[in-house]
């Protein structure tokens, strides 16, 4: 089966989130159209996102030449219906308010090819909730691109019950040739990102909240241990590396503390029934590890986190970072 090639495509929307998916886009030479609330909001921004992308390829953070394509292939129109009339791809970035994407979704979508890709870039929102709003709504979906768009590399695409696996594949293949990372997940409110993120920032408030330690502390522990990880590897690799065994019996202390919300999860004290610890006797969430499998993982491991430190000498500790260090 051939995927369809989305080689042009709007973006709705040219704020911080919506104006660098565009420079994205652009950059990977996808004719790219800019459309807001209104023809001055959207040339300053257009002016705005050039000035940026100049900044980013003289400071390194692009690769060479980026700034020419983004130039060539970025252009601003005087409406969201001009904007979309004839692309292949329209990407809504606008507030996150059921009632402002209503109308723009709404205005889209009567404006568009009737075979153009329409996504959002919700951040919360499940798309049985927004596909309503949008005619033909096997052709939406969630292509939800993190800040700062230019730069973070995993995109959530979420499916709504009557998208097709046609759009879903196109989608993917435009992703990949931008340096995307694309992972599907299901509708669920905040999906799987902020989900998470929200679980972690949350209990960080209670443990700030319980005078267990400081934000700033919290945030030293956070980004020096289990998230010098994560670069590299998610929360389940992680745990095959570390021993699921030894995390059946982290959780009793955690729930003896902290009741039934910290108590172990179901999965892992299967696994740990069944005898498979994780890499360290071939078995676990990822499935079965060869000895080679396990060797080599191991010295990526340990190589990944060599560099990252290396990495973060480099570059030195971050601004907020040097103002702590000055009030002590």
Not at 22 to 42: H, Y
Not at 85 to 94: L, N
Not at 139 to 164: D, Q
Not at 181 to 187: M, T
Request: proline fraction near 5%.
């Amino acid at each position: 089966m051939s995927v369809q090639v989305i080689e042009s495509a709007a973006v709705i929307g040219a704020g911080y989130m919506g104006g660098g998916i565009a420079q994205s886009l652009a950059a990977a030479g996808i004719r790219v159209v800019l459309a807001d609330i209104s023809p001055e909001v959207t040339r300053g921004a257009l002016e705005r996102l050039l000035r940026e992308a100049r900044a980013f390829e003289d400071q390194g953070l692009i690769q060479p030449g980026s700034y020419d394509r983004i130039s060539a292939n970025l252009a601003a129109a005087p409406s969201i219906e001009q904007a979309v009339r004839d692309v292949d791809f329209i990407e809504e970035a606008v507030f996150e308010n059921e009632d402002i994407k209503r109308t723009v979704l709404e205005r889209i979508s009567a404006a568009a090819r009737p075979d153009a890709i329409i996504g959002t870039n919700t951040s919360t929102l499940p798309v049985h909730v927004l596909a309503p709003f949008v005619s033909g709504q096997e052709r939406f979906l969630t292509v939800h691109f993190s800040n700062p768009a230019p730069f973070i590399p995993g995109v959530e695409l979420v499916s709504g019950t009557k998208t097709s696996r046609d759009v879903v594949a196109a989608v993917k293949e435009m992703l990949e040739r931008i340096d995307r990372q694309a992972a599907e997940v299901a509708d669920r409110p905040t999906f799987v990102l902020n989900r998470l993120q929200y679980a972690l920032f949350k209990e960080a408030n209670t443990i700030v909240e319980e005078g267990v330690a400081t934000p700033e502390d919290v945030d030293t522990l956070v980004r020096s241990t289990f998230g010098f990880r994560l670069p590299f590897f998610g929360p389940f690799a992680i745990a095959d590396m570390a021993g699921l065994d030894v995390y059946v019996n982290c959780f009793v202390t955690a729930e003896k503390a902290f009741g039934p919300r910290l108590s172990c999860p179901e999965t892992v004290k299967n696994l740990v029934a069944e005898g498979k610890h994780g890499v360290k006797n071939g078995a676990g969430y990822y499935g079965d590890y060869t000895p080679e499998e396990t060797e080599a993982l191991v010295a990526y491991r340990n190589k990944a986190y060599a560099r990252m430190a290396e990495l973060l000498r480099e570059l030195g500790p971050s601004p907020l970072e040097k103002r702590r260090a000055g009030k002590g």
